[in-house]
């Protein structure tokens, strides 16, 4: 029996958020290294990484229709290994409280959680070390 893959919820807002996530996954070997994991992410950020990245990637929802929320409670039902969410710091979303809670839960069950390319950049090389427990 194969072992479960390991899971990366993958998120982005408008924007310049979603150009450095699709960035980040098409940098030296980060796509081969993302392709070992199981991936979801939100309609657009999903949409935009398998068409710009060539990376399939499981949609969860639109973000500001509760797909933040959807990532959530995979988060605090121990479904979610690693968050990347790439967030636009200068708008305050409308979904602003939303995104407040995942990245609290994420704090509080100690999931890796990346908000822009420098964690991003950290955690992808712990992924690719396997001498390194994660």
């Not at 392709?35 to 060539?54: R, S, V, W």
């Not at 602003?96 to 908000?115: F, H």
């Not at 991003?120 to 390194?132: F, S």
Request: overall charge neutral; proline content about 4%.
């Amino acid at each position: 029996m194969e072992p479960k893959k390991r899971v990366i919820a993958l998120v982005a807002h408008d924007g310049m958020p979603k150009q450095d996530i699709c960035k980040f996954i098409n940098y030296g070997k980060n796509k081969e290294i993302l392709k070992n994991f199981d991936l979801i992410g939100t309609e657009a950020t999903a949409k935009m990484i398998h068409e710009i990245c060539q990376l399939d990637v499981r949609s969860i929802g639109h973000g500001p229709a509760g797909g933040d929320i959807k990532i959530a409670n995979e988060l605090i039902d121990g479904r979610l290994d690693y968050l990347f969410f790439f967030i636009n710091y200068d708008l305050v979303q409308a979904h602003q409280v939303d995104i407040d809670m995942l990245v609290r839960w994420a704090a509080k069950r100690n999931i890796p959680l990346a908000v822009n390319r420098a964690t991003a950049d950290c955690i992808i090389q712990t992924l690719a070390n396997p001498r390194i427990e994660t």
